[in-house]
């Protein structure tokens, strides 16, 4: 059974940082892109980021986060990261892994695998 699971979550000042970890069991995802939404209460959920499954990583960005958030990923351990720099309040949400995406990368229905979530507060 393919499992998701997110961990790094928590209350941040603005300005601050937080790095998102997400594992992943049950298969490899070694060659298969993953990345992270979110959503924030009563909003739709929002693409964030998505790393490609290749070696070189190539890398996507909403435009809401580019230059502040970079994702990478360890394909030995399985583990998609998100590094959240300059944190604003308008990014707080609860924060999804995904994966192994059937179409547009930017859409969250056409993701196969999801996790249950992390959730992000930046506030002072």
């Known amino acids: 059974q393919v499992q998701l699971v997110e961990s790094g979550g928590g209350l941040v000042q603005p300005g601050g940082s937080l790095r998102l970890s997400c594992v992943a069991s049950g298969r490899t995802f070694s060659n298969i892109p993953m990345g992270w939404f979110r959503q924030a209460p009563e909003k739709e959920h929002d693409f964030v980021a998505v790393i490609s499954r290749s070696n070189a990583g190539v890398t996507y960005y909403a435009d809401s986060v580019k230059g502040r958030f970079t994702i990478s990923k360890d394909n030995y351990d399985n583990t998609v990261y998100l590094q959240m720099d300059s944190l604003k309040p308008e990014d707080t949400a609860m924060y999804y892994c995904?994966?192994?995406?059937?179409?547009?990368?930017?859409?969250?229905?056409?993701?196969?695998?999801r996790g249950q979530g992390t959730q992000v507060t930046v506030s002072s």
């Open positions: 995904v994966a192994d995406p059937d179409g547009d990368w930017t859409q969250w229905a056409d993701y196969d695998y």
